[in-house]
């Protein structure tokens, strides 16, 4: 990538919106000049609208759609909140792709656990759809996602059709059903899931992503069911401000998460508190 294309943000185009709950929509994005994202799943894009700033946002969509992406906004700030107010053909800049993302080739013929809560399903999509695309070249895929409440599921037609599909297995949780609400299936956090599912350790990588609180009790439950250390595989979206390692917001110790991340081999930094 060159210098320019790091610091200077190409133009794209709003070409749909898929609003998912109150503060979570889904926004396609094509860029301008025509010339595909070329991201890896995993990476992360800097959206910027004019006036206001940019904020760091995973891409969800795999690179086997050619013509547009996809990122999956959360209204939390400034930016995220002035994306919401935008509409279909309305203008953002595109920054990106940065960081590293999952090893598609490294996980070619191995057993694919994915572990998502809540916002987490949103870059592990990325690599659910592009395993799916490449469906001969991947082992077995099992998706666990958990979310807070029936309403925050997230995806929820996509999810439905992964489920129906007989070459990957999909279980669902949430932490609690409202009243009013309906839900078929398992009640408590996304760990809860992990000792009803069989899988083989050996050649089973897990791919983990969600809030902050949830990994330690993921890799410990993953661990407690065989799981090697240098399988498990995470990505670490927090902090993330630049993108390209100069404001040292995302820094753990010598890691910058926007460089040398988002995804780390669990091995990799288990030994710095921080980065959990």
Known sequence: MSNESIYLPRPATIKNITKFTESESLFELVMDDNRPLNHQPGQFVEVSIMGIGEAPISVSSSPTKKKSFEICVRAVGNVTRAMHRLKIGDKVGIRGPFGKGFDTEFLKGKDILFIAGGLGIAPLRSL?????????????????????????????????????????????????????????????????????????????????????????????????????????????????????????????????????????????????????
């Not at 669902?172 to 899988?199: A, M, R, Y």
């Not at 902050?212 to 993330?240: N, Q």
């Not at 100069?246 to 669990?266: A, E, T």
Request: charged letters at 25%; glycine letters at 8%; aromatic letters at 8%.
């Open 128 to 276: 659910i759809n592009y395993v799916l695309d490449h469906r001969a070249d991947y082992g077995r895929a099992i998706i666990l996602y958990g979310c807070k409440a029936p309403h925050e599921l997230l995806f929820r037609e996509e999810v439905i059709s992964w489920r129906k599909r007989k070459d990957i297995e999909c279980h669902l949780t949430v932490d609690k059903v409202p009243e009013g609400e309906h839900w078929d299936h398992n009640v408590g956090v996304v760990t809860t899931l992990i000792p009803k599912i069989d899988f083989n350790p050996s050649t089973t990588y897990a791919v983990v992503c969600g809030p902050p609180i949830m990994y330690r009790f993921v890799i410990r439950t993953l661990k407690e069911r065989g799981l090697a250390e240098d399988h498990i595989i995470l990505s670490l979206e927090r902090r993330m401000k630049c993108g390209v390692g100069k404001c040292g917001h995302c820094q753990i110790n010598g890691i910058y998460v926007c460089q040398d991340g988002p995804v780390f081999n669990y091995s990799e930094i288990k030994d710095l508190p921080e980065a959990l």
